[in-house]
């Protein structure tokens, strides 16, 4: 049986502390996370709040992985991964979050996350599954299991354009099926006794999120992913 020094000439993962870079905007969850992984052997390069500054250190530091927890207003996680992935295409990221919601795991690994972990994750197993990711495996928490097999079965649709409008708000998807019958955002607003310029707002995130550049793209998608009735899309 080979003794720890053989191990670790052998694995390089187990003689080299993980370089690990934490994008986390809430200050408090950030100190104290970059101290529990310090405490049991990861050399956290750096713990920023700024997405932005955040892709930057990840393209010229070249950490091992990064581990992402982000609520941004008019970013969303999902949309820092894109960055990142256009960015360091290669590069692990871990999704630390509270959501339990399916369509989310769905968009994150859409999105080409690595890892999608719980808040909730004990120390020691956010370690080994950080370690999982950097050796080039898809770590998800265990509550997903069920969700991963589905997938792996190809039981459930993980398209880009599926998992981007599981994303949708319920007022954004309502909004949208208003769009698939040609509604201007004069009769929508008047349909759903709100102002034109929160239908604007709304309209902009849906396209956003849909990565379409026009109101008969995001309609086109919604009748084709059979989200809403065909509608008039000629209006």
Same mark, same amino acid.
């Given at each position: 049986m080979p003794d720890s020094s053989e191990k670790a000439q052998s694995d390089p993962s187990a003689r080299a502390p993980m370089?690990?870079?934490l994008v986390v905007d809430h200050a408090l969850f950030r100190v104290g996370l970059k101290?529990?992984?310090e405490r049991r052997g990861v050399e956290?390069?750096?713990?920023m709040a700024d997405w932005q500054e955040g892709i930057e250190f990840a393209v010229q530091d070249r950490p091992d992985a990064i581990l992402l927890d982000l609520q941004l207003p008019g970013m969303t996680e999902v949309e820092v991964l894109r960055e990142l992935r256009k960015r360091r295409p290669n590069l692990p990221v871990a999704m630390l979050t509270f959501s339990l919601q399916e369509s989310d795991l769905l968009q994150a690994l859409r &999105?080409?996350?690595? /890892?999608?972990?719980? =808040?909730?994750? %004990?120390?020691?197993? +956010?370690? #080994?599954?950080?370690?999982?990711?950097?050796?080039?495996?898809?770590?998800?928490?265990?509550?997903?299991?069920?969700?991963?097999?589905?997938?792996?079965r190809g039981e459930l649709d993980v398209s880009r354009?599926? &998992?981007?409008?599981? /994303?949708?708000?319920? =007022?954004?998807? %309502?909004?949208?099926? +208003?769009? #698939?019958?040609?509604?201007?955002n004069k009769l929508i607003a008047r349909d759903l006794g709100i102002s034109d310029g929160t239908v604007k707002l709304h309209v902009k995130a849906i396209l956003r999120k849909l990565q379409v550049h026009s109101r008969v793209d995001a309609a086109v998608i919604a009748v084709e992913?059979?989200?809403?009735?065909?509608?008039?899309m000629s209006g």
């Open positions: 370089r690990m870079l101290e529990l992984l956290v390069v750096a713990a &999105a080409g996350a690595s /890892g999608y972990l719980l =808040r909730t994750i %004990e120390p020691d197993e +956010l370690i #080994t599954s950080l370690r999982d990711m950097i050796g080039g495996n898809l770590v998800v928490a265990r509550e997903f299991t069920e969700t991963l097999t589905r997938i792996l354009e599926r &998992a981007a409008l599981a /994303g949708l708000t319920p =007022r954004e998807m %309502e909004i949208l099926c +208003l769009l #698939t019958r040609g509604k201007s992913e059979k989200i809403c009735p065909r509608g008039d």
